[in-house]
């Protein structure tokens, strides 16, 4: 039986509200343990819109004695000012103290776990000092290697850079980088999404990839050398990335490889915007989230839709699985 761990996230967006809507759709299965870390203050506030349709215990800590065999087990992780739609120092507080104790009680090997969208500036008010929970992640695991990957049915891409502002980007393109990321993608690959021989597109940085180095260099010196040097015949580029998309090449690969954020989550969203998962490959657990923000601005309407969630629960279930078959 698998623990499904979910964290609220921000508790002036919509994170509560939709976990609540995930569990309301998961909850009929007996594979499942469901554990939700949320304020119990927000908790209430959320059930005023969206009814629970599942048995639950309310509780302060999680132990082994928490609650009967078929509920939900829902731990209060304090209680924090709610203001719905606004990013603050408490909705920060509250977004990172769900997901510390998350973590706390978290086994690496059996337990999935689930996080609702934060907020990076209430993060920062609440004087947390990371871009966002894949950053988060990876140091409480002391986890080295770790890339941010999005999963749907249509696509599959990942990031050799991460929440980095665009004027920092072309310095942290190296060649130990472009490999450690094509090293971890297909790894996952192979051993999170059971994909045995996966076929990876790489993309250029810069507009027409360098045009043979008269917009850019760095797919001359770090890009096409690492791919070269990998000598694997399915792994290619790098691509043109406005004419990839354009053409549809992303059809032909397994996954894409991109260098900064918006190169591929503008397309990737575009193609799946209410289905797309978010992923953390690397950690020594089954880590997964819907792929969108923290929606403030319908936050308290009880309209969220939760079906990124929802497949984020499939996908972790799926990554899973293929972990113990690998």
């Known amino acids: 039986m698998n623990r499904i761990i979910f964290t609220c996230g921000d508790i002036n967006g919509v994170g509560t509200e939709i976990c609540i809507k995930t569990i309301n ?3 009929k299965n007996e594979k499942r343990k469901i554990i939700l870390f949320c304020p119990h203050n927000i908790l209430r506030s959320t059930f005023e819109i969206v009814k629970p349709r599942f048995s639950y215990t309310l509780t302060e800590r999680l132990n082994s004695s928490a609650g009967k065999p078929n509920e939900v087990i829902i731990v209060n992780t304090g209680l924090y000012i709610h203001t719905p739609g606004v ?12 997901l510390q104790l998350a973590l706390q009680n978290i086994g690496y090997k059996s337990d999935i776990l689930i996080t609702a969208p ?9 004087g947390k000092n990371f871009p966002g929970h894949t950053e988060i992640l990876a140091s409480y695991s002391k986890t080295k290697n770790f890339m941010m990957l999005f999963l749907s049915n249509k696509m599959i891409c990942g990031l050799s850079t991460i929440h980095e502002p665009v004027k920092k980007i072309s310095g942290l393109i190296t060649k130990s980088r472009v490999k450690n990321s094509l090293e971890v993608l297909k790894h996952s690959l192979i051993h999170d999404l059971n994909i045995k021989n996966p076929s990876i597109a790489v993309l250029g940085l810069n507009p027409h990839a360098g045009e043979n180095g008269k917009i850019g260099m760095e797919e001359i010196k770090f890009i096409k050398p690492v791919i070269d040097s990998l000598k694997d015949k399915k792994i290619q580029g790098p691509f043109v990335p406005d004419a990839f998309f354009a053409n549809h090449l992303y059809k032909k690969f397994d996954a894409v490889l991109g260098m900064y954020h918006d ?7 575009m193609l799946n915007f209410d289905k797309g998962v978010n992923f953390t490959a690397g950690l020594p657990f089954v880590r997964t989230s819907p792929d969108h923000g923290t929606g403030f601005d319908i936050a308290g309407k009880g309209i969220a839709n939760a079906d990124s969630m929802i497949q984020a629960v499939k996908w972790a279930e799926l990554i899973a699985r293929n972990r113990k078959l690998n």
């Open 263 to 269: 190169q591929v989550l503008i397309p990737f969203k």
């Open 87 to 98: 990013a603050t120092k408490d909705s920060g507080k509250a977004a990172y103290r769900a």
């Open 25 to 27: 759709k998961i909850y």
């Open 118 to 126: 934060i907020s990076k500036q209430a993060l920062q008010l609440a």
